[in-house]
Each structure stands twice: as structure tokens, then as C-alpha cells.
């Protein structure tokens, strides 16, 4: 139900926001206690502000209410995706080459499962994180279908 939801809520917003010139990061349709909650990331390449979440929210909700595409009652949240957002997307990662990364993957590489580092190299097929173990610097190598999950993240 939530994978429809998502995918739904993915096609009917992608227009609205290519009009702001603004970007689809992600969609959510989960429930947190007894209440579900349709959350949409949005950002851009200036960011976004409570303005921008606005727009896209009112938008969004006039064309959900149009077409009714969800049962049950939920709440509607558009906000950014926070510094810390998700790479989902090979272009995510391309644009992301230089900037410290967290990334898992399905089954180890070199023992290891998770990463986190400088992301040096992305070419579609596989990404080069540099990680700092010590005091020296490690290259890791990893088969872009072997990553579960990539984030930015921040390195104190």
C-alpha cells in the first residue's frame, strides 16, 4: 500500500515542483502511532525555505484532494531534507562528488559495511569514498549495486 502511495504522490508532484524549479529528493507514507503521515523532501540547488514548502504543500494538497488517490486520513508534510539528506538518485551522487558521505551496502567490501568519508569518485558503475582510519587515509571501492543506502553527512 505505501510503495503505491509513494509512487502515486512521486508522479503527481514531480510537475509541481519542476514549475517552481525545484527537485523531488523523496517520498514517505508511513504510520507513527495511530496517525499516517505523507511526507515530501523537496530542495534545490539554492535550498528551500518555509516559503517553498508552503507553496508546494498547498499545491499538492488541492490536486490530493482532487483526485483522492489515498483511503485513510493522514498528514501532509513537505519540508527540506535536512543537511544529512539521501543520495537516491545517480545524479544525487554525481553532484555530491568532493562532499563527506555515509554510505551501506547489501553484503561487506573488504569486511566492512558502512562507510563514511569523502566521496571521490562516482562514474554510475561504482564510487571511491576516502576514509580516514587513524591517522592514515583509506580508498574504498565500492559496485554502485551493492549500495543500500548513501546520505550526506557530517564529519566533526
Not at 125 to 150: D, F, G, H, Q
Amino acid at each position: 500500500m505505501s510503495k503505491k502511495v509513494t509512487e502515486l504522490t512521486s508522479e503527481l508532484v514531480t510537475p509541481i515542483l519542476d514549475d517552481l524549479n525545484l527537485e523531488l529528493v523523496d517520498v514517505e507514507f508511513k504510520k507513527e502511532g495511530p496517525n499516517w503521515f505523507l511526507r515530501i523532501f523537496i530542495d534545490s540547488d539554492k535550498g528551500v525555505d518555509l516559503e517553498d514548502c508552503g507553496q508546494v504543500s498547498e499545491k499538492v494538497s488541492e490536486k490530493l484532494d482532487e483526485l483522492d488517490p489515498i483511503p485513510q486520513a493522514y498528514f501532509l508534510e513537505v519540508s527540506s531534507p535536512g543537511a544529512e539528506r539521501p543520495l537516491k538518485k545517480e545524479k544525487d551522487l554525481t553532484k555530491s562528488i568532493g562532499k563527506n558521505v555515509y554510505v551501506s551496502t547489501y553484503e561487506p567490501i573488504e569486511g566492512e559495511k558502512a562507510f563514511e568519508g569523502k566521496l571521490i569518485h562516482f562514474d554510475g558503475e561504482s564510487l571511491e569514498i576516502e576514509v580516514k582510519v587513524k591517522t592514515r587515509k583509506k580508498v574504498y571501492t565500492i559496485p554502485y549495486n551493492k549500495v543500500a543506502n548513501a546520505r550526506l553527512a557530517i564529519i566533526f
